[in-house]
Structures are given as C-alpha cells and as structure tokens.
C-alpha cells in the first residue's frame, strides 16, 4: 500500500477500473445466488456499487431522485435527476450512453396527487427492462420502497423481494481496493484528529473547531462530503449528544471529537477524548480506561470465524454500567458497525441484537468499534477504532493516539 491519493504510472495504487469491476461481480454474484432477476437500487450506497457513479450529496436522502438498475446478465441502468444525466454520460464510459437516462422522482412524497403515477412510471420502465433482458419471469429486488412503490408493484403484479440484504451482503467483504481507500480515509480521518489538537485551546467554541475541521478536510483531494463532525464537550459529553453546538470549550474541559468523512465514496468514524487546558481528572481517567478496556477487550476477539456475539460479549451490559433497564436505551454507547461505501454496512456489533442475532465474521470485513463512559451532565470520554479483518486475525487501521485522554491546548 503507497497511501498515495492521485494517480501515476510510476507506482500501483489504487486501481479503479479493477474496483469498479469487481463491486459489480460482486453484486452480481450474489444477486444470482439469491434468484433475483435485477435489483433496482433506490440508496445512494448501493447505486455507486453496481454503477461506480456519484450523484449531488443531497440527493443521497431523497431515494428515487436517482437510481439504479442491476440485470442478471450484468447490464446496469442508471436513473439520473434530470439532464444530470449528461453529466454521468459525459464522466462514465463504462456505462453504455443508452443506459443513463432521467428518473421518475416524488421526492418523498412532495409530488402530492401525482406521486403514484410517478412511481408507475419508473416501475414500468424496470418492468420493460426485466422483459427486454429476459427475466421478467423471476423476482425483481429492491433496496427501498416506500407506500407509493408498494401499491404499483400490487397494481402491476410485479414480484419483488427484499434486495438490499444481498447488496449488504456483497459489500460487506471488501476487495483489496476497496481496503485501501478504506485505509486512506482512515489516515485522513487521523490526519484531521491532529489537526483538531492543534487548535484547540480554552476559549474556543465547539462549532469553531468543526469548522476549522471542514476547512482542512475538503481541502484534501478526494473528499466528496463530510458526513458528520461531532464536537461535544464538557457536560454535553455525557449523554454523548452526538453534535456540535457554540458552547465555549472551558479550561480543563473533556472534548469527544468523531471524524465522520468520505473519500472517494469510502466511509471513517473515528473517536477520540481530549482535556483541552489542562489535566483530567482521576475519576476521568479511570472513566476512560473502562472504555479503552471494553474496546480492546472486543477487538482482541476479532477474527474470521467468530461471530457478532462473541464481540459484544466482551461488554457488560447496560443495566450493571449505567442502571438502564433495557439495552436500547444505550444504543450505540458499546457499538461496532460496519464501513465502506455507508456508514453502515455490515456487520453491527451490539449487545441489543448480536448475542441472539449474530453474524459471522469474514476476512476483509472492515468495521469500527467504539465505547463509552461518562458522569451525567459533567464529562464523557469516548474511544473509536477501526479495523480490517485479516486472514488470521485483525489490523487495527486508525492510528492517532488512544491510550489515554488527549492533552491539548
């Protein structure tokens, strides 16, 4: 791995042709195995799997503005917003110029009295499709329907099935290229960890520190979004609240920082605690230290072969940490899921569902894991890693500093 992020004839990098044709064997792969004749993808995520295209980022959460068409005999049909479509034309010559044509939106539902029609209109097309290539006759998968799509495959006696558990399954297992664009995000989730320690100091606000953070993220090439920066410090650490606000930072003060960013389309999430100003204390030093215990304690089990349940197994459960009566009341404090082209693949790691629910572990699974601890409405300390799974094992990719809280400024 070079961990260089443009291209050059001089070194072999990333190859993208490779990683674009192996998504779609992938997903192609398992789309047979399940019966499926196509699978039409409404989530942006699975779009870029079986097409390697990239719409606007605020399509991402109005399915249908774009989607994507996957048939069995590995044609792919992308739907774009509009004359985007020439744009896709223009920048994708793996996808046959016929292919890429305009989409059938109701954004949501906002289309009013005309939403069901639209929604004919794109499932017609998908119907037309199924019969050209001759597999009208199996079942049609589908990542997302909403009330709309449900009545016109009823009306339409359209054959449809669940299709997003198999994409989830196709890309659960990364590809070598997929683990280094993964790895490479990583460093620049690192990277803006770093960054993040320099500028902080008493004084300034959490919302100044997300945007000094934005500011050096989107500067690097490759980064298409940044997802979510969480900044929470002092009392709004605990309850994590998983935000930003313009609190000021106060000398001595606890800090959780997330770095939540795409690059090239692959996903980070990366925790970590700093005391801006001073020292912590030891009652939050040892708050911290349960937390790094319980992550090292879940990833040390990490290999091909165990299971979900073996991981959260390694965490106590909520009621004996915190007196919650239910497991879902802690939800996402002891928490692992999985990375790639989402923030959520597969696997989930939690005590709510993995200890009756669990999934296998498999080589080149990429995944975080991240735990807590904290004093209501005072401080909270948090800690993140992720981790590539390897033949025999596990690589631990993220590598600023975790053994102890942070002391910056």
Known sequence: ??????GTDVMER????????EKKKKALKIMKETGLGAILTMYEENIRYISSTHGPEWTKTIPGLRCGLLLSDGEVIVYEQGDTKYQTIKHSPWLKKENVRYAYTWTKGAAGPANENQAKKLINTVKKYMVDHGVADLPLGVDFADMNMLKVFKDLNIDWVDGLMPMLKARSIKTDDELEALEIAATIADSAHYEASRIMKPGIRENEVVANLMKYIVSVPGVEHIENLIVCSGPNGWPNWRT????????????????????????TCHYRTYCVGGQPTQEQKDGYQQAYDWLYDAIRVIKPGVTTKDIASKWPTAKEIWGYQEEDEAAANLWGHGLGLSHYDLPVVSRIFSLDYPYPIEENMFFALETQQGKMFEWGTRVESEIRVTKTGHKVVTKFPDEEIYCVG
Do not use: A, K, Q
């Open 244 to 267: 930003y606000t313009d609190r000021f930072i106060r000398y001595g003060d606890l800090v959780l920082i997330d770095i939540v960013i795409v690059w090239n389309g692959y996903y």
């Open 1 to 6: 791995m070079s961990f260089g992020i443009v």
């Open 14 to 21: 990333i190859n993208w042709v490779r990683l674009r044709e």
